[in-house]
């Protein structure tokens, strides 16, 4: 089982930027890939971002170019940078972790709320 904590969400200006952190714990070596999620009111959850142990990221379209994953293995932490935010980027963002098998390993926590407004 991983445990997982975000942080780092807020109110931000639309052009701002925020930088969101996710802390892992538990059974750090089942986990081959850390991602970030949002979910919008009346929307689904979507991925917003993924990185790998092997470093490999993706990214949704409608973040590219503005959204950076990364990651520090020594604190098992995961980032996620957000540049020239949205008000469609005003979501609710979690963090979770995916195996092997590409099941979730962690449960879903409150996340951090992002809003994007003027």
């Known amino acids: 089982q991983v445990q997982v904590v975000e942080s780092g969400g807020g109110l931000v200006q639309p052009g701002g930027s925020l930088r969101l952190s996710c802390v892992a714990s538990?059974?750090?070596?089942?986990?081959?890939?850390m991602g970030w999620y949002r979910q919008a009111p009346g929307k689904q959850r979507e991925l917003v971002a993924a990185?790998?142990?092997?470093?490999?990221?993706n990214y949704a379209d409608s973040v590219k170019g503005r959204f950076t994953i990364s990651r520090d293995s020594a604190k098992n932490t995961v980032y996620l940078q957000m540049n020239s935010l949205k008000p469609e980027d005003t979501a609710v963002y979690y963090c979770?972790?995916?195996?092997?098998?590409?099941?979730?390993?962690?449960?879903w926590g409150q996340g951090t709320q992002v809003t994007v407004s003027s």
């Open positions: 979770n972790a995916r195996g092997v098998s590409g099941r979730f390993l962690a449960s």
């Open positions: 538990g059974s750090i070596i089942s986990i081959n890939a």
């Open positions: 990185i790998a142990t092997d470093s490999s990221t």
